[in-house]
């Protein structure tokens, strides 16, 4: 059960619709007590870079005079790949027994998971959120997006073409989907994608041979007659992945797809490919580290891959709303956004030139997401995994 423990409000608590007051509970600014003011949790899940990062930010605001008088941060996050019980069927559970109050305050989640959210609980189950209560949604670039105004981006995610600068010349870089194909079938061997049971990256490369074949948008629907009355398209995709399959990269003589989005970037920097499709923030972040070699490049084609926006959510069930704003409004912040990036280059829904201190500020060029391709289309994600396990992917064995 996620109840909300009961917290003594103190003078910030009351002004908190102002979001950026400075007081504390004895009417000094500085550091607050945390049992003085409310506590804002905030849920997520996903790789542990994403985990930190929403860490990092979090005791940032509790350090921030500006910010912890009005809301002390607590951060529940669910790493995937562990038996962990899912963060959906958390929130089902507790909106199907009836709770309210609880500690759901804020979500975190990427905008193409919304949909399995609420497909267990109800379409009303997010709130509309007050952006005037937000004085930093005015730096965000990407007001427009699949979800509406239940949603508020807080980072960008986009899945790019990776390639190894030193093998593959500039000349002969894919420019569109078809050129990439070519290439796949002149270069054998020389091109993975993960699983796409296994990991988005994989899931994007499929995603879009499919996608690529269908009007723009079905991009952005989970009507399943996208599905069923277009079954020459989808025909169509599968045959060409289909085609693909033995010109991928090969192990012991046979085709073999990597598990995990990881699985591809391993092979990339062993120089064992020369391109795969892989999500920027890995690559970059490896590229920090040293485990990816300099020369790995980030491009996008003109049919780009499946990206997205990462950002905050507020369920009905949830408390302290007023200072779950002030929250959302301090990871909208230049130094927040900042902070996202040096963790995890995390692509910003800023404009990235009013951003200081920041690590590799070169990179950002090469995270552009003006031209970001949304896909948002509900079950039949399952659908497209489900078929490329049962007509590709048995391929390999």
């Known amino acids: 059960m996620h109840f909300r423990k009961t917290v003594r409000f103190g003078l910030c608590a009351a002004i908190a619709a102002s979001m950026l007051g400075s007081c504390s ?31 990092a930010i979090a005791d940032s605001f ?92 807080y980072r960008g995610t986009s899945v790019f073409l990776a390639y190894n600068s030193d093998t593959v010349p500039a000349d002969e870089v894919p420019t569109t989907a ?14 993975t994608y993960n ?12 995603a879009n041979t499919i996608y690529n074949q269908l009007p723009a948008e079905a991009a952005l629907s989970d009507d399943p007659t996208w599905e069923t009355d277009h079954t020459a398209e989808w025909d169509a995709a599968f045959a060409l992945l289909e085609e693909l399959h033995p010109y991928l990269y090969q192990t012991a003589g046979k085709v073999q797809y990597p598990v995990k989005n990881q699985g591809s970037l391993d092979l990339l920097a062993t120089g064992e490919v020369d391109m795969t499709p892989a999500f920027a923030n890995m690559v970059l972040s490896e590229k920090a580290m040293g485990t990816l070699p300099d020369s790995i490049v980030l491009t996008q084609l003109e049919e780009p891959f499946m990206g997205g926006l990462a950002g905050f959510l507020m369920p009905t069930i949830g408390s302290d709303k007023e200072a779950a704003l002030a929250v959302i409004d301090y990871y909208l912040s230049y130094e927040a956004q900042a902070q996202d990036w040096n963790i995890m280059y995390a692509t910003p829904v800023v404009d ?25 289309i509900g079950t039949i994600q399952t659908d497209i995994r489900t078929r490329w396990t049962e007509q590709i992917g048995i391929l390999a064995q």
């Not at 804020?106 to 007050?130: G, H």
């Not at 078809?178 to 091109?191: A, K």
């Open 25 to 55: 509970a004895s009417g000094t600014s500085g550091s607050a007590d945390s049992s003085e003011v409310p506590t804002v949790t905030i849920w997520s899940n996903g790789g542990q870079e994403v985990g930190d990062a929403l860490q």
């Open 62 to 153: 509790n350090a921030d005079p500006d910010y912890n008088t009005i809301a002390h941060v607590e951060i529940q996050f669910i790493v995937s790949g562990t038996n962990e019980q899912s963060l959906p069927d958390r929130l089902a559970a507790a909106y199907k027994a009836g709770e309210t109050n609880t500690d759901f305050d804020l979500i975190a989640t990427d905008d193409s998971a919304i949909t399995a959210i609420l497909a267990q609980t109800s379409d009303d189950f997010f709130e509309p959120i007050d952006t005037s209560k937000i004085p930093n949604y005015a730096n965000v670039k990407y007001k427009d997006n699949v979800v509406g105004d239940t949603f508020i981006p």
């Open 178 to 191: 078809d050129e990439l194909y070519q290439w796949i079938e002149d270069h054998p061997g020389r091109f």
């Open 195 to 206: 699983d796409p049971t296994t990991g988005n990256a994989g899931f994007a490369f499929v």
């Open 352 to 376: 990235s030139a009013n951003l200081t201190d920041i690590d590799h500020a070169d990179w950002l060029d090469e995270v552009d997401m003006d031209s970001l391709h949304y896909l948002s």
